[in-house]
C-alpha cells in the first residue's frame, strides 16, 4: 500500500481514545492530543528562547506532533500501567519502536525510510526539545484530568493522573517554561470557579510542597 497506508493511519489516531476504559465526560483520542502538545511546546519552547536558550524548532515540532504515532501499533496504554515499573515501559516504548520499524520498512520508500525512522522513536530525550515534549505531554495530560475533575468526575484515577502529571512537570523545575508554567499558569488554573476547587487546591499544594516550591 506504500505511503498511502501511513496517510490512512492518520485517521486512526482519531479513534484512539486516551484513557480507556473509565468514565470521562468529554473524550480524548490521540491525534487531538497531538495536535495540543505541539501548540503547548511550542509555547514553552517561546519561553525558554525569550530567556536565551537556542531552540532547533524543526526538532521540537517533529518531536511533538510524532511523539504518539507509534500507538496506532499497541493503542493507548493507561498511564498508570504504563508507568508502574521501569521494566514494563521500557517493554512498551520497545515494542513501539520494533513495529515502527516494521511499518516503515514495509510502507515507505527506501530513501525515506531512515529519516521516517528516526522520527518515530521515543522524542523525550536528554536534549532540551526533548525536556519540553515531556513538559508538554505532562501539561496536556494534566488539563484533561482537570477537566473531569472540574466537572466531579468521581473516579479516584483523574486526582492520580493530575498529581502524577504535575510532579512529573515540577521535575523540570531548572527549566524556565516550567517555573514560568508552576508561577503564572496553575494559579490561574486553580481560580477557575468549580465545586471540588479546594480539595484540588489541597493536592497541588502538597505536590509543590513535596518538591520545596512555594
Known amino acids: 500500500m506504500g505511503v498511502h497506508a501511513y496517510f490512512k493511519s492518520l485517521s486512526d489516531m482519531e479513534k484512539?481514545?486516551?484513557c480507556p476504559g473509565k468514565f470521562k465526560y468529554d473524550e480524548h483520542n490521540v491525534a487531538a492530543?497531538?495536535?495540543k502538545v505541539t501548540k503547548i511546546a511550542q509555547y514553552l519552547a517561546t519561553v525558554e528562547e525569550q530567556n536565551g536558550k537556542d531552540i532547533d524548532w524543526k526538532i521540537l515540532y517533529e518531536k511533538a506532533l510524532n511523539h504518539d504515532y507509534p500507538e496506532i501499533f499497541t493503542g493507548d496504554i493507561k498511564t498508570p500501567v504504563k508507568y508502574a515499573s521501569n521494566e514494563l515501559n521500557h517493554l512498551f516504548s520497545e515494542?513501539?519502536?520494533t513495529m515502527s520499524i516494521k511499518f516503515v520498512q514495509s510502507e515507505f520508500p527506501e530513501s525515506l525510510q531512515q529519516i521516517y525512522i528516526e522520527r518515530f522513536k521515543e522524542g523525550k530525550d536528554h536534549t532540551l526539545e526533548g525536556q519540553i515534549l515531556s513538559v508538554a505531554d505532562k501539561v496536556d495530560l494534566l488539563y484533561e484530568s482537570f477537566g473531569e475533575i472540574q466537572k466531579r468526575n468521581p473516579e479516584p484515577l483523574f486526582f492520580e493522573i493530575?498529581?502524577?502529571s504535575l510532579s512529573?512537570?515540577?521535575s523540570f523545575n531548572h527549566l524556565y517554561c516550567v517555573r514560568d508554567f508552576l508561577t503564572n499558569i496553575i494559579p490561574d488554573m486553580l481560580s477557575e470557579k468549580f465545586i471540588?476547587?479546594?480539595e484540588l487546591k489541597e493536592l497541588t499544594e502538597e505536590v509543590l510542597k513535596r518538591y520545596?516550591?512555594?
Do not use: C, M
Open 16 to 18: 484512539l481514545i486516551r
Open 33 to 35: 492530543h497531538s495536535f
Open 95 to 97: 515494542v513501539e519502536e
Open 162 to 164: 493530575y498529581e502524577s
Open 168 to 170: 512529573t512537570i515540577i
Open 196 to 198: 471540588p476547587r479546594s
Open 212 to 214: 520545596n516550591i512555594s
